[in-house]
């Protein structure tokens, strides 16, 4: 059965630092890869998907970047945090075709 | 644009009662639905989904969600809540479905608590 993977669950870091958060798929090749925030009280926004290796879509302008470097590896990153950059970070995945987005557990990024 | 309302942004019933939460949508064309659930701290899990077909879908964990094309709702039910079901509730469009992108546009959920 396939699998995600998110890490860390929890992270604290301070204004200006640099980010690096991984997800990864077990048990499926070639799926579509999601990120999402979600801030309090409010629901998710995408903020990049991936089709393939180094192939990603940006939905927002914004202090983060993404990564694909392998099939089932997307990575969420930043040069510099900003407070407004904390909240909850979902990855999702999804196979080819008309199939629902199966949710990792989360990182909840505190920014000081 | 597609969009997705959920109306309440909180609801609280008693344990045993019936649960109805609310979701319309916006979208050109046949809609893909779902919803998900999130308890707290966790990421979303998905409760049901509507495709095409059958208009009432059934889902994990007493589930069931109605979708009414006239109204553009995908309303979510279950006959009788228990305390295990506080969480929070999301409703979701397919926004690029069929194609290679499947991105979801999400509601803003409604959170659900049981009282004893």
């Known amino acids: 059965s396939q699998t995600i993977h998110q890490w860390p669950a929890t992270l604290v870091q301070p204004v200006g630092s640099p980010l690096s958060l991984e997800c990864t798929v077990e048990g499926t090749s070639n799926p579509n890869l999601y990120w999402y925030r979600q801030a309090a009280g409010r629901g998710l926004q995408l903020l990049f998907y991936s089709v393939g290796i180094g192939q990603i879509s940006s939905e927002v302008p914004q202090n983060l970047s993404a990564s694909r470097p392998q099939d089932r590896q997307f990575i969420l990153s930043s040069k510099k945090l900003l407070l407004s950059d904390s909240g909850f970070y979902l990855c999702?995945?999804?196979?080819?075709?008309?199939?629902?987005?199966?949710f990792g557990d989360g990182t909840r990024l505190s920014i000081l | 644009a597609q969009s997705v309302t959920q109306p309440d942004i909180h609801i609280t019933v008693s344990e045993g009662a019936s649960l109805e939460l609310r979701c319309n949508y916006s979208y050109g064309a046949t809609p893909y639905l779902f919803w998900y659930v999130q308890s707290p701290g966790q990421g979303l899990q998905l409760l049901l989904k509507?495709?095409?077909?059958?208009?009432l879908v059934q889902g994990i964990k007493g589930f069931e969600a109605e979708f009414k094309r006239s109204q553009s709702s995908f309303n979510l039910r279950k006959p009788s809540v228990h305390w295990s079901d506080a969480a929070e509730y999301f409703c979701a469009v397919g926004a690029g479905y069929g194609g290679a992108t499947n991105k979801l546009i999400f509601g803003t959920g409604t959170l659900l608590a049981v009282q004893p």
């Open positions: 999702a995945w999804t196979p080819r075709g008309d199939q629902p987005q199966h």
């Open positions: 509507y495709f095409s077909g059958d208009t």
